[in-house]
């Protein structure tokens, strides 16, 4: 048996994720996720002033800003005992759905589909048409895509100033109302990207795609001429012929915190796609339980505690020990004692989507479906939007903005949908600071390491059985992390040998 140790770089947006593989003929035996970055949010957070998160949090991450702002403004209000007004969560979902529109735009066709353009795959009979379609910097779609993308995200600057990094949610509210002209603007920047979406991505009115609730009609959708010509149609024949919609599952079970809070409650839990807690053995989806929530790090490099804690009881201090069988930045959430994954595929089979049910239950859910997942929930991001838009134009009277009776110490969470998946923050306020703060990210529920009882992360299981044709270029495993929308720039960086691949410019 030939056994060949690789270490995987892949670049992220922050450049900060490692692969150790081991492959055994040439097929993954094992697999640790390494973060390598210590960044210490939660400590800097420490003793400051509770509003402060609202400002700090959103550094965290250059692509989803809104989704930590949303978070931290959603654990305050808890804290706090703070309801907002229904015009508040209107437009703070719009921002979101916008922030995700161009999140998922742009890791389906300028992060994921580059890698089908790798010259390994030149004698392919789909070869010709994935370059004209995606290649980096001259594909018609990836150049489209950067377009725009680059006007969806105009959304959340009518309403937050900027983006990234806007602080325009508060305790309470965000801080403009709705008018005609802001409305109107975002309208107008929807219309022209779902139609673009409709012609070229998928080939189709919305309408009839969100219709679309069997497996079986879609794979006879699939041979449709206009879906057949249109992005999507293309990149699923491509995925599907290299066997992808069968492999890299990963972890049986599933998590999503709800899409979308429901501005017609006050209720803080309600939201537009339902939560849940899907058991990938049962097929049963259980109610959300935040308390079952918990992060381990026997194998990560923080200060070692017995087991897994809750983020209220957490801390994240750092305590790096190289050499032993600790190897990663990243703790290990766990649901219980379940590892779990997260992201669309989860946020819409959890939230009742009867296509994506049907297409899990046939084949499960491999790296096509979550990449097609991602494609899918555009749709439901175009279609809550406009309601948001809709609804807001209705009442344009209604208050943006109620303050906080009091903001006395307490506890408070924040949970909501990213792009990437489930997404947590978790604050302690005690004499007008905070005490304690937490955060735990889609990715690091998706690139977990293993937990104190050993079991490997959904990445790791992920990768068991894939097989790497060249380890000089393990294509294949670049086709499984990015399925997971680990945030990759679009130079293709995979092998630390020295040599890396670029597609020219």
Same mark, same amino acid.
């Given at each position: 048996?030939?056994?060949?140790?690789?270490?995987?770089?892949?670049?992220?947006?922050?450049?900060?994720?490692?692969?150790?593989?081991?492959?055994?003929?040439?097929?993954?035996?094992?697999?640790?996720?390494?973060?390598?970055?210590?960044?210490?949010?939660?400590?800097?957070?420490?003793?400051?002033?509770?509003?402060?998160?609202?400002?700090?949090?959103?550094?965290?991450?250059?692509?989803?800003?809104?989704?930590?702002?949303?978070?931290?403004?959603?654990?305050?209000?808890?804290?706090?005992?703070?309801?907002?007004?229904?015009?508040?969560?209107?437009?703070?979902?719009?921002?979101?759905?916008?922030?995700?529109?161009?999140?998922?735009?742009?890791?389906?066709?300028?992060?994921?589909?580059?890698?089908?353009?790798?010259?390994?795959?030149?004698?392919?009979?789909?070869?010709?048409?994935?370059?004209?379609?995606?290649?980096?910097?001259?594909?018609?779609?990836?150049?489209?895509?950067?377009?725009?993308?680059?006007?969806?995200?105009?959304?959340?600057?009518?309403?937050?100033?900027?983006?990234?990094?806007?602080?325009?949610?508060?305790?309470?509210?965000?801080?403009?109302?709705?008018?005609?002209?802001?409305?109107?603007?975002?309208?107008?920047?929807?219309?022209?990207?779902?139609?673009?979406?409709?012609?070229?991505?998928?080939?189709?009115?919305?309408?009839?795609?969100?219709?679309?609730?069997?497996?079986?009609?879609?794979?006879?959708?699939?041979?449709?001429?206009?879906?057949?010509? #249109?992005?999507?149609?293309?990149?699923?024949?491509?995925?599907?012929?290299?066997?992808?919609?069968?492999?890299?599952?990963?972890?049986?079970?599933?998590?999503?915190?709800?899409?979308?809070?429901?501005?017609?409650?006050?209720?803080?839990?309600?939201?537009?796609?339902? #939560?849940?807690?899907?058991?990938?053995?049962?097929?049963?989806?259980?109610?959300?339980?935040?308390?079952?929530?918990?992060?381990?790090?026997?194998?990560?490099?923080?200060?070692?505690?017995?087991?897994?804690?809750?983020?209220?009881?957490?801390?994240?201090?750092?305590?790096?020990?190289?050499?032993?069988?600790?190897?990663?930045?990243?703790?290990?959430?766990?649901?219980?004692?379940?590892?779990?994954?997260?992201?669309?595929?989860?946020?819409?089979?959890?939230?009742?989507?009867?296509?994506?049910?049907?297409?899990?239950?046939?084949?499960?859910?491999?790296?096509?479906?979550?990449?097609?997942?991602?494609?899918?929930?555009?749709?439901?991001?175009?279609?809550?939007?406009?309601?948001?838009?809709?609804?807001?134009?209705?009442?344009?009277?209604?208050?943006?903005?109620?303050?906080?009776?009091?903001?006395?110490?307490?506890?408070?969470?924040?949970?909501?949908?990213?792009?990437?998946?489930?997404?947590?923050?978790?604050?302690?306020?005690?004499?007008?600071?905070?005490?304690?703060?937490?955060?735990?990210?889609?990715?690091?529920?998706?690139?977990?390491?293993?937990? #104190?009882?050993?079991?490997?992360?959904?990445?790791?299981?992920?990768?068991?059985?894939?097989?790497?044709?060249?380890?000089?270029?393990?294509?294949?495993?670049?086709?499984?992390?990015? #399925?997971?929308?680990?945030?990759?720039?679009?130079?293709?960086?995979?092998?630390?040998?020295?040599?890396?691949?670029?597609?020219?410019?």
């Amino acid at each position: 048996m030939a056994r060949v140790e690789l270490n995987v770089s892949l670049n992220r947006v922050e450049g900060d994720l490692e692969l150790a593989v081991t492959l055994d003929d040439g097929v993954v035996a094992e697999a640790r996720t390494i973060g390598t970055m210590y960044r210490g949010f939660e400590q800097i957070l420490i003793g400051r002033a509770p509003r402060d998160a609202l400002v700090i949090t959103p550094r965290v991450c250059g692509i989803c800003g809104t989704a930590h702002l949303y978070s931290s403004a959603l654990a305050l209000e808890r804290a706090w005992g703070a309801v907002p007004p229904p015009n508040a969560t209107r437009i703070r979902n719009l921002c979101l759905m916008a922030e995700g529109i161009q999140n998922d735009l742009r890791q389906t066709f300028l992060f994921f589909t580059p890698d089908f353009c790798n010259p390994r795959y030149a004698a392919e009979p789909w070869f010709d048409e994935m370059m004209a379609a995606f290649e980096p910097f001259r594909g018609a779609i990836y150049l489209e895509t950067l377009a725009v993308t680059r006007k969806v995200v105009q959304i959340v600057a009518h309403f937050g100033g900027q983006w990234p990094h806007s602080s325009y949610m508060a305790p309470g509210g965000v801080t403009l109302p709705a008018d005609l002209r802001r409305i109107s603007a975002c309208r107008a920047v929807l219309d022209d990207a779902q139609r673009w979406y409709e012609q070229r991505i998928i080939g189709a009115p919305l309408e009839r795609w969100l219709a679309l609730d069997k497996a079986e009609d879609y794979f006879a959708w699939l041979d449709a001429p206009a879906h057949a010509a #249109s992005a999507l149609g293309m990149l699923s024949r491509c995925v599907r012929a290299l066997g992808l919609h069968r492999s890299a599952a990963g972890a049986k079970h599933m998590l999503s915190y709800g899409a979308w809070r429901d501005p017609a409650t006050t209720d803080a839990d309600a939201t537009l796609l339902a #939560s849940g807690f899907y058991d990938g053995e049962t097929g049963a989806i259980a109610p959300l339980d935040q308390t079952q929530i918990n992060e381990h790090v026997r194998h990560s490099w923080f200060r070692h505690y017995e087991g897994g804690r809750h983020p209220w009881n957490g801390e994240t201090i750092p305590n790096y020990e190289p050499g032993g069988d600790r190897y990663t930045w990243s703790k290990a959430p766990r649901y219980g004692d379940k590892v779990v994954q997260t992201g669309p595929l989860a946020e819409l089979l959890i939230g009742g989507d009867p296509l994506i049910a049907s297409l899990n239950a046939l084949e499960g859910g491999g790296a096509w479906l979550r990449q097609f997942a991602r494609a899918r929930r555009i749709a439901h991001e175009f279609l809550h939007a406009r309601r948001m838009l809709d609804q807001l134009a209705a009442d344009l009277s209604g208050e943006h903005f109620i303050p906080p009776a009091n903001e006395a110490d307490g506890d408070g969470y924040g949970l909501i949908m990213a792009a990437r998946g489930a997404l947590g923050h978790w604050i302690k306020i005690k004499d007008g600071v905070i005490e304690k703060y937490q955060i735990v990210t889609p990715t690091a529920w998706n690139a977990s390491p293993r937990d #104190s009882a050993g079991q490997p992360g959904h990445w790791e299981q992920s990768l068991v059985g894939v097989e790497v044709r060249d380890p000089d270029d393990p294509v294949e495993i670049g086709h499984i992390i990015r #399925s997971h929308d680990p945030c990759l720039v679009c130079t293709v960086h995979m092998l630390d040998t020295g040599r890396k691949v670029h597609f020219n410019a």
